[in-house]
């Protein structure tokens, strides 16, 4: 095959990739088809695809591969079979994409024994890059305790595919935890006992106390409360109202509120979504982010509320 042919083949097959919303658009992650198998392990992408005509159709990428020439390209599209290491945070960075997603914290949600831009396609495999997360597109198929690939209907689906008890995912088992522990007790958690999650034979909304601005019936995801990102609060549970509590029309609009958790004070994460009917002296106070309305402002609620035990009703 002479370069010629090679070089409109890969175009070609690039153009498929990259266009949002086509009904041609396919995975973006390389397969030994490249270029009509010729491109496949090639390592030099200047071969085929000139740096300047390289996602036309796609200006906020192209800005970006652009400045970042070819480092960038197995990010989106993978190693081309040659073994080299993807570049995710090549572009997901706090300068670049700085909310996609938020990456400002300590605390992330860390494989032991991956590192690096490796840890983000344990859980984004293929995703296709065009700026709407979808389910089961942007999220990596873990098999379902049936022993086979379903579909995700939510975000904390694909969180209780490894955060269970008895069916983990093979490379990834949670160990040395007790059975309680909600590392590997919320699935059942989850399904049986938090009004957080979803109860078998429960028809009404979700639960009463909440701000005037949630959105009825809703049940609450992991990721409304737990950013797998970046966080400086500990059990990777969200420093500001950005990055998660995604069912508040507040949220939607702009609003942002910080979240400081330590020694078992959660007031400020509860009151993002919750606000007492009741007049109480206590639901009057701050909590410390500019909103009140939980029963106790400051102290320990963990003395009365633990998430992920089955010997309680939920938080």
Known sequence: M???????????????LVVPGSSLAVDLILTPEHGGG?????????????????????????????????ESCSGCHGDNGTGEQRQCRICHNSDDLPTSPHLDGF?????????????CV???????MDGVFELNRDLTQFAAPVGHTQRYFNTSEFCLRCHNRDHQIPGFEIEGKDFRDPLIAMEDNYNRVDFHGRRPGHTGRTYSGLRADYRYPDVVECTD??????????????DRQQKGASRLFENRSGGDRSIEIFEGEFAQLCVICHRMEANIEEAMLDTGNGLSGVHQSSGDCLACHRHGLGAQSGL
């Open 225 to 238: 409360c737990h950013d797998m990102h970046a966080t400086d609060n500990p059990a990777l549970l969200i």
């Open 2 to 16: 002479n370069l010629l042919f090679r070089y409109v083949a890969a175009v070609t097959v690039g153009v498929l």
């Open 38 to 70: 010729s491109a496949w392990e090639l390592s030099e992408c200047a071969a085929c695809h000139p740096i300047n005509f390289i996602h036309r159709k796609v200006p906020d990428i192209r800005d970006i591969v652009q400045r970042k020439g070819y």
């Open 122 to 128: 344990t859980c984004h495999q293929a995703s296709d």
């Open 107 to 119: 605390n992330r949600h860390a494989f032991i024994g991956i590192e690096g831009d490796q840890e």
